[in-house]
T-cell receptor, first 116, second 110 residues
Framework: DTAVSQTPKYLVTQMGNDKSIKCEQNLGHDTMYWYKQDSKKFLKIMFSYNNKELIINETVPNRFSPKSPDKAHLNLHINSLELGDSAVYFC???????????????FGEGSRLTVL | DAKTTQPPSMDCAEGRAANLPCNHSTISGNEYVYWYRQIHSQGPQYIIHGLKNNETNEMASLIITEDRKSSTLILPHATLRDTAVYYCIVTNTGRRALTFGSGTRLQVQP
């Protein structure tokens, strides 16, 4: 069983389109994250939710909107896609909002978004 | 979070120990040292973490100097599957997410 699963794994779309990436974790964790890894391979935190409540919102364009219907799911919706949005998006989860304190974030396999 | 410095790349022979250094000279008293790795095209994977004592688990050992200004991740018997980018992260208990740097690309050679 996959602990943190993301869909789709690959997404190719045109500029201006709206797309969503879904994430689900079956670990019973209460905190979930979205990270972006760009072409230079830097991993940057975008959002974090704890028990469906947004607790981290880094400087991300408001075209990006996370939604957490329950604590096991954190979806990422992107409006008006731009070329610079092309990246690999990783979902992660941890137990407790201070995932860094407990020592372990569990990451999904990533969703590679290509905007043409 | 304290800044960390890691060599951009290292090579290691298969079966030998891989010793990955990390400098964190500005670390403060309540900051932990974490190690993650990212194998090509996969999500990052937690390896180990510590505060001031040396730590060991089934994957690796973490050696933290007495002044805590540097640490070394040791993979005792590197295999080809250990080829990955290794990230050293220093963060305090109040942070709510991990900040990844550029890491060290470890290439295990056959």
């Amino acid at each position: 069983d996959t602990a943190v699963s993301q869909t789709p794994k690959y997404l190719v779309t045109q500029m201006g389109n709206d797309k969503s990436i879904k994430c689900e974790q079956n670990l019973g964790h209460d905190t979930m994250y979205w990270y972006k890894q760009d072409s230079k391979k830097f991993l940057k935190i975008m959002f974090s939710y704890n028990n469906k409540e947004l607790i981290i919102n880094e400087t991300v364009p408001n075209r990006f909107s996370p939604k957490s219907p329950d604590k096991a799911h954190l979806n990422l919706h992107i409006n008006s896609l731009e070329l610079g949005d092309s990246a690999v998006y990783f979902c992660a989860s941890s137990q407790g909002p201070r995932g860094a304190n407990t020592g372990e974030l569990f990451f999904g396999e990533g969703s590679r978004l290509t905007v043409l | 979070d304290a800044k960390t410095t890691q060599p951009p790349s290292m090579d290691c022979a298969e079966g030998r120990a891989a010793n990955l250094p990390c400098n964190h000279s500005t670390i403060s008293g309540n900051e932990y040292v974490y190690w993650y790795r990212q194998i090509h095209s996969q999500g990052p994977q937690y390896i180990i973490h510590g505060l001031k004592n040396n730590e060991t688990n089934e994957m690796a050992s973490l050696i933290i100097t007495e002044d805590r200004k540097s640490s070394t991740l040791i993979l005792p018997h590197a295999t080809l599957r250990d080829t990955a980018v290794y990230y050293c992260i220093v963060t305090n208990t109040g942070r709510r997410a991990l900040t990844f740097g550029s890491g060290t690309r470890l290439q295990v050679q056959p």
